[in-house]
DNA sequence: CCTCAATGATTGACAAGCTCCACGATATCG
DNA sequence: CGATATCGTGGAGCTTGTCAATCATTGAGG
């Protein structure tokens, strides 16, 4: 790796900051930022909810970053968290029907929020540059 | 972005996490982290040194960050801090000897502990993902 | 049935990174 | 010369990432 601009590694690493950077300030205008808007997605996609363990492993996070991020969503009346029906520790977070609407709102903002950054690259590549993204994401399990 | 899966800042994110992980145990029997090795790469690369602002440009670093990174590189006696001819200022941080040896060995470590999670794609997929980062990194500034 | 290890959520502590702001030294432009 | 900008540096504050400990609950095995 003689060249810095040839590393994975560190194209990965800067590539994420400026597309992080833009998505936050896309979402700024809902108070949110990109690990709410997260959080919100997933809640909001699956119908029962989907429990905190879940949602840490789904998104790479400690369960304890988890907490904060639902506590936060919750008291902006986003999500909230449903008992299990066969679980008593477990707690399903949902989106209610006003988080359904602003994730809505939110998914057109960060979207086109993530076009100033990703804007060079024409619709087939960018298909390209996830489908290789999501191979690596998955493949570590 | 109805699905997370599909959210390219969200794999992006996630993507870069795995590879920066990867990188750092591959670095840590160096004592070095990705970015004192991004420093380092930079320094070396540059046959009269680089300045610090410079190092900050072009990591896409805030320049107190470099500060900081270039002490600890120096404590190691991996770079060391010249002082410009043209400009009293700046500093140009420049690889030593050892810095350079350091530098194609933790290359190379650096390079295989990245194939942990990269290696699902072959290296033409490889090549594909760095050229596509490359332009979204390059039309950044 | 009872014990015990494992699990889910939560909290708190701590290191690492990032961003901003301010300052001293120097450079540059008018 | 004087105003303004730049470079390196230090420090404050916030966000993240990681870890250990705790409590309630579950599920398995005796």
């Known amino acids: ?83 299990s029906a066969t679980d008593r520790r477990t707690k399903l977070v949902a989106g209610t029907p006003l988080g359904q609407r602003v994730r809505r709102q939110a998914a057109r903002r960060a979207t086109r929020g993530q076009q100033r950054p990703l804007g060079c690259l024409n619709e087939e590549e960018q298909a390209t540059l996830r489908a290789l993204l999501s191979r690596v994401v998955d493949s570590a399990g």
């Open 1 to 83: 790796m003689t060249e810095l601009t040839d590393d994975a590694g560190f194209l990965l690493s800067r590539a994420s900051g400026l597309v992080a950077r833009a998505t936050n300030a896309a979402l700024a205008e809902h108070g949110l930022r990109v690990r709410h808007y997260s959080v919100l997605v997933l809640a909001c996609g699956a119908a029962e909810g989907m429990s905190q363990r879940d949602l840490a492993c789904r998104l790479g996070l400690d369960p304890s970053q988890v907490v904060q991020l639902v506590d936060e969503l919750a008291d902006a009346g986003l999500v909230e968290r449903r008992p």
